[in-house]
């Protein structure tokens, strides 16, 4: 679903997609590529450290949205499309933090502020608009 929301974007504005492949672990990005490569080994070494891995990607997807949300979004369509995608990962770190609660695991976070990431978790479930 969220490429999909992405996907309708780039179509509507005419952009190319950096996508050449849907094949899982297929990046243009050399550093994408990297990044997937050691998340996946990471987390398939245990159900622990696959939590963890998920909450971590969750983190870095949150830092990225606000950035780009922050600095580079001026458009209606992209900023609800991220503010969506950043609602969700928002839930998403929620549920991996609580299911690694649920394995006597307290995750901390790697990429967020303490505070930042505590307001997260402290937080409600989120629902879309």
């Known amino acids: 679903m969220h490429m999909d929301a992405i996907k ?10 950096p996508v050449e492949s849907d094949s899982i672990g297929s990046f243009t990005n050399a550093d994408l590529n990297a990044l997937f490569i050691t998340l996946t080994t990471q987390g398939s070494t245990s159900l622990i450290e696959a939590l ?33 995608l950043y609602r969700g990962s928002r839930n998403h770190l929620r549920a991996f933090v609580r299911n690694l609660d649920r394995q006597g695991v307290t995750y901390e976070p790697v990429v967020l502020d303490p505070a930042d990431y505590q307001k997260i978790i402290d937080s409600d479930w989120e629902r879309g608009r």
């Not at 309708?8 to 997609?17: P, V």
């Not at 997807?61 to 979004?73: A, G, H, S």
């Open 8 to 17: 309708i974007l780039l179509d509507k504005y005419e952009l190319s997609d």
């Open 52 to 84: 963890k891995t998920g909450a971590l990607i969750e983190e870095i997807d949150i830092r990225d949205l606000v950035k780009e949300l922050e600095e580079n979004v001026d458009n209606e369509d992209i900023s609800f499309v991220y503010e969506n």
